[in-house]
């Protein structure tokens, strides 16, 4: 196999020849916004992006078409690109720079029971939320994790007569629209007990976790190479001593992962929490105890109020919320990429 | 003869020992797919207890509960009650087809910018920033889609009607451009375009190099090399990655919710205020739906479980089928 | 002198020091044991990994030379490859493989389908255009390979062991075709082999590894 290796990469000097161009076009661009009734920096890219292809067009025109082709698709691909990160990128700069607004000293430390969502950015907090948010991630992985590696277990070791079914309804499940799960849980839990709770909350997020569990851990379970299973039937091992000593050992660290990515699902999750916790502006641990607060559903009911004060509110939690996702996504890289270096 | 049936019984005796497994094992053979069979019947039991639910609603309104766009009373007896999910249905649809048709093509050209044009490092990061923006919630895109997206796209609202609103797609009947299915695609767009990019991205990665060496030593340029190699390897994984993406906007709910002027009517013309989806119509009406309504919501939900399953199944059978091939 | 390689080629671990040249209408054979570095040689000239040292040449034009770093870029070489393991692409129908060079160096598509159907008469697939790579015989595909190359009219047409990926049936038919081809190429050839009757049927010079 010949993996092209490339000496031939294009040179500095050309490299800041293709910048430069591309500064021209830009300026160019920009000229033309200012000269027309269009207005503000979206204007200049989109005007840019074509003007940039056309410059680039015409510098290797006299290399004939194909040539021709190919500045064009590369600049249209390079823009394209752009186009696409410059949301994610505005998402995640817009995300630390409003909630920064709205974090200070005591902002972990207090909840919204005796401050109005529109008082000043100095008192109120969301201790209320993170706990709701943590009780009900606690509980809904405590339901999940082990249904769902028992999931993995069943279909990689066992391969009973169920398997096909349980992969069928799993990988079928993964892609169920979250409201769905919050509606059934609704319907049944929220209506049976007439009344919000944690535990409603904690198994509407159970019930979108587990296919995400179970296939992780199916993924990472076929990993484990069948000699090493053999090796230690060979040896004389029983099937469950094997299963805990040999096989889940060696994929520990899979398995740790895929429930944390299982975690950072359901973390920010919204509409299930809406119609199954609810909202609450004071702090309780009791799950059973009526509506309770969460990040995703603070940063809601903040929005919905609408006014100033609690809008920055909304985008502190959001800061939260997100730090909380990156730390669960660094921490499931830095566990999966220990055991790859291994 | 004598000698071959010694063999034989000895082989029987060893399989029969096999068999009998020792009590450890039978333990664990039945906690394990008893969980098993719990995840199964827990998942399972939605979709059976939705359609139960959901049955009356369908006997009592019938097909009228797909094509009828009214949604009205409670069930009370010598109430009028309809209800018919035609509008957001057809906002489903809309909302998504946006987000899909502006997504697909930028998502597949950064995939090709990422696994044909970095550097080995660049490449890694630029995988680990589309999985993050992946997993960013949709509370934080609709919050973003809101005080963000939409002053600027309903700018470009107005241009684009301004330019083409001669075609039926980009006509208003008034001038009101705000909380329309052309905005809330774009968030929409916004947030599915990950999930394209690193199904398409994951499937050029797998191009056989030695084509693309073979079109570089036939004298193809690194364009000629993606499109006629790479873009036909990939094409039934650009497909299914659109397709997953599809089922992701199918069922987006809060996003909607925050952006979208949620409004119980069809709307066609994208660049024109109010549109809504099945999901952020359950989360607008479940809190007051009395019983009779709560069932109405669940085959709603139904339906909506039903769609997503198909094209999320459809997706994964056409990006199992490029594996194949590949493989 | 059309083309000169002075210098070292390597894969991984493995280098090895060379001089050689080719001349217009020359077939220069490479010959030696599986696993010797002769496919190195090929992947190197027609610009797939680099050179290590030296200096490699065609027609006085410096395709590789690490020293001052000159590279030229696979796509812009005036070579051909037949590659061992034939790599035709199995999506395109026969006619559109042999067209890729063509279309690739932008020549007109109306021109690059008929200079292709001339040069799939020549290997003798005339009626073939139209079927897909999977759907023909090893022989078959040996022959499309060689068509793809040679109707670039390349001034260096590289052969990596044209006859090892054929049954023995077809083999003797394209034993035939091979010098008919060869004989009208202008420019310089390298043929890697390891059968020696083939190199004595078709080369004017010889390198043993």
């Known amino acids: 196999m010949t993996t092209p290796q490339k000496p031939w990469k294009k040179s500095v000097g050309l490299r800041l020849l293709d910048g430069g161009f591309a500064v021209l076009g830009l300026t160019l661009s920009g000229l033309v916004v200012l000269t027309s009734p269009m207005a503000g920096p979206e204007a200049v890219g989109f005007v840019a992006i074509p003007v940039i292809a056309i410059i680039n067009f015409l510098r290797v025109f006299r290399e004939g078409a194909t040539a021709r082709m190919n500045a064009l698709a590369t600049t249209l691909i390079m823009s394209a690109f752009l186009f696409l990160i410059t949301p994610w990128l505005s998402v995640m700069g817009t995300v630390v720079s409003r909630g920064r607004a709205a974090i200070y000293s005591g902002f972990f430390t207090h909840d919204m029971r005796i401050t109005p969502p529109k008082s000043a950015l100095d008192m109120g907090g969301i201790k209320h939320a993170i706990i709701g948010t943590v009780i009900m991630v606690l509980l809904a992985s405590i339901i999940s994790v082990p249904l769902g590696i028992l999931s993995g277990v069943y279909v990689t070791e066992i391969r009973g007569r169920f398997t096909g079914l349980v992969r069928f309804i799993t990988q079928a499940m993964s892609g169920v629209p979250s409201i769905v799960a919050g509606l059934f849980v609704y319907s049944t839990f929220v209506l049976f007990f007439e009344s919000y709770s944690g535990i409603a909350g904690a198994i509407s997020l159970a019930i979108l976790m587990i296919p995400t569990v179970a296939r992780t851990s199916e993924e990472v379970l076929k990993l484990v190479s069948e000699d090493l299973r053999f090796a230690g039937y060979a040896l004389g091992s029983t099937q469950s001593r094997n299963v805990f000593k040999v096989v889940l050992p060696t994929v520990r660290s899979g398995l740790v992962t895929s429930a944390v990515l299982g975690v950072a699902r359901v973390a920010g999750e919204t509409a299930p929490l809406l119609m199954t916790a609810q909202y609450f502006i004071a702090s309780k641990t009791n799950p059973f105890d009526g509506p309770i607060a969460s990040l995703p559903t603070y940063i809601f009911n903040m929005f919905q109020t609408g006014n100033r004060n609690s809008v920055d509110r909304a985008w502190g939690a959001a800061l939260v919320l997100l730090g909380l996702v990156f730390v669960l996504f660094t921490f499931a890289r830095v566990v999966t990429s220990a055991r790859r270096r291994r | 003869m004598r000698v071959w049936g010694t063999v034989s019984d000895v082989a029987v005796q060893r399989r029969e020992l096999k068999f009998k497994k020792p009590g450890i094992d039978r333990f664990f053979h039945f906690v394990v797919t008893t969980g098993a069979l719990v995840s199964l019947l827990v998942l399972g039991l939605i979709a059976v207890f939705l359609f139960l639910r959901g049955f009356q609603i369908f006997k009592d309104m019938g097909l009228s509960f797909i094509t009828g766009s009214l949604w009205e009373g409670t069930g009370a007896p010598g109430e009028p009650t309809t209800y018919g999910i035609a509008p957001m249905l057809v906002g489903s649809i809309v909302l998504s087809l946006v987000a899909v048709v502006i997504a697909l093509p930028l998502s597949v050209a950064a995939a090709l910018f990422i696994e044909f044009y970095t550097a080995p490092r660049l490449k890694k990061f630029l995988v680990s920033l589309l999985d993050l923006a992946a997993a960013i919630p949709s509370v934080i895109y609709g919050l973003w889609g809101f005080f963000i997206l939409a002053p600027r796209a309903t700018e470009w609202a107005i241009s684009l009607n301004h330019l083409f609103g001669w075609f039926p797609l980009f006509h208003v009947p008034a001038p009101f451009f705000d909380g329309s299915p052309f905005i809330g695609g774009m968030v929409l767009a916004v947030m599915i375009a990950p999930i394209i990019t690193s199904v398409a991205r994951e499937v050029f990665s797998q191009t056989p190099p030695d084509q693309i060496s073979a079109a570089h030593a036939l004298g193809g340029r690194k364009w000629s090399a993606i499109r006629y190699v790479a873009l036909p390897f990939g094409r039934s994984g650009i497909i299914g990655g659109a397709m997953l993406g599809l089922g992701r906007a199918l069922g987006e709910t809060v996003a909607i919710y925050l952006v979208v002027n949620i409004a119980f009517k069809t709307n066609l013309n994208i660049l024109f205020t109010g549109s809504g989806n099945i999901a952020s119509m359950i989360a607008l009406k479940f809190g007051e739906a009395s019983q009779y309504e709560v069932k109405a919501l669940l085959a709603a939900g139904f339906v909506l479980f039903a769609f997503t399953l198909a094209v999320n199944m459809f997706a994964t059978y056409i990006v199992n089928l490029s594996k194949r091939k590949s493989a | ?209």
Request: one cysteine or more; glycine letters at 10%.
């Open chain 3, 1 to 209: 002198m059309t083309l000169s390689l002075n210098g070292i080629v390597g894969r991984g671990e493995f280098e090895r020091m060379l001089d050689i040249s080719v001349a217009d209408g020359e077939v220069l054979a490479i010959t030696g044991p599986n696993g010797s570095g002769k496919s190195t040689v090929i992947h190197t000239i027609a610009g797939l990994i680099p050179l290590r040292s030296g200096k490699l040449q065609s027609d006085g034009t410096t395709w590789d030379e690490p020293a001052t770093n000159t590279w030229i870029a696979s796509e812009n070489r005036t070579c051909a490859v037949v590659f061992q393991d034939i790599r035709l692409f199995a999506h395109m129908s026969v006619i559109s493989n042999v067209a890729y060079g063509l279309r690739a160096r932008g020549v007109r598509k109306d021109e690059a389908l008929s200079r292709s159907e001339t040069l799939l008469a020549r290997v003798g697939l005339t009626s073939f255009g139209n079927r897909r790579p999977n759907d023909i015989s090893g022989g078959e595909r040996q022959r499309v390979a060689l068509a793809r190359a040679l109707v670039l009219e390349p001034r260096v047409l590289l052969l990596d062991e044209p006859l090892s990926a054929v049954d023995a049936a077809s083999r003797s038919g394209l034993r035939e075709l091979l010098p008919e081809l060869l004989s009208g190429f202008a420019g310089s050839t390298i043929l890697v082999s390891h059968d020696p009757a083939d190199v004595e049927a078709l080369a004017s010079a010889t390198l043993q590894f």
